[in-house]
DNA sequence: ATTGACTTTGACGTAAAAGTCAAATTTTCA
DNA sequence: TGAAAATTTGACTTTTACGTCAAAGTCAAT
């Protein structure tokens, strides 16, 4: 156990580039170990990239990403800070929800165009 | 009825510049009538603008949307076509489920946050 | 006729998220 | 140990989706 994973074998499990990793390195969201100057990741390591990626996905920013990330680090401990967050998982969940709504929507409207598609070519060719 | 919509109305209504309108017409999503120079957009230019937004919403690019509405301004009526058309459905589709599935994950994720802020909150102060 | 609000065109600028390339290391393993 | 393969760093470039002027035109109302 315990194993180490290189860069290209994680760019190859998630189809990014080194760059993408070296990028989310500079940008503070991964903080593999070094043996030399060569980066050494954990499986914690990719477990977190596992999640910026779907974050990415999504459609977060990079900003946004570190913000998620450093809450799980270190919550906030003072009343404030905590009902500030509170409000802001309040916003970031509407704003998913609208996404999911929206992907319905546009679930349903490819629907009719793979009928419609069916169809047509049921008219024409009757055959495959 | 058969109304004019002004390009500052419907800036104000979906919360986009102007600046993003004319862009959308430079790039070919939308074409709206002229009085003159003038911008005259009809309630179809409007629920296209919507439908463009929808699809930046869940991270279409521009020429992905251009490309679904030409689709439907023009569907393929040829065999061939319509073949690689329900392909890229299927594609879409896929992207589609996964993003879903990314959200709903994500949005589970922000209920435990939620539900550890108001467990913190309740431990610190026993007040509001 | 003029003020003020709105609009258009065109050119240039910008931020995010990488891609690309070159040169230097480092590692691997035959 | 020596060559090939992988990795790093750093600088520069690219793409997308607009933002930001500036200058000029338009239109309604005073």
Avoid: W
Avoid at 24 to 48: K, Q, V
Avoid at 96 to 111: A, H
């Amino acid at each position: 156990m315990n194993k180490y994973y290189t860069i290209t074998e994680l760019t190859r499990e998630f189809g990014v580039s080194t760059r993408t990793l070296r990028f989310y390195e500079d940008e503070g969201l991964i903080h593999p170990e070094r043996r030399g100057r060569t980066r050494l990741f954990r499986s914690a390591d990719r477990r977190l990239i596992m999640e910026i990626l779907r974050g990415r996905r999504i459609g977060f920013t990079i900003a946004e990403i570190r913000e998620i990330i450093q809450v799980y680090r270190d919550p906030p401990g003072e009343a404030g800070q905590l009902r500030l967050l509170m409000k802001r998982v309040e916003e970031k969940r509407e704003e998913l929800n609208q996404k999911r709504k929206d992907i319905e929507e546009t679930l349903e409207e490819l629907g009719n165009v793979e009928e419609a598609c069916l169809t047509r070519l049921a008219e024409i060719g009757v055959g495959t």
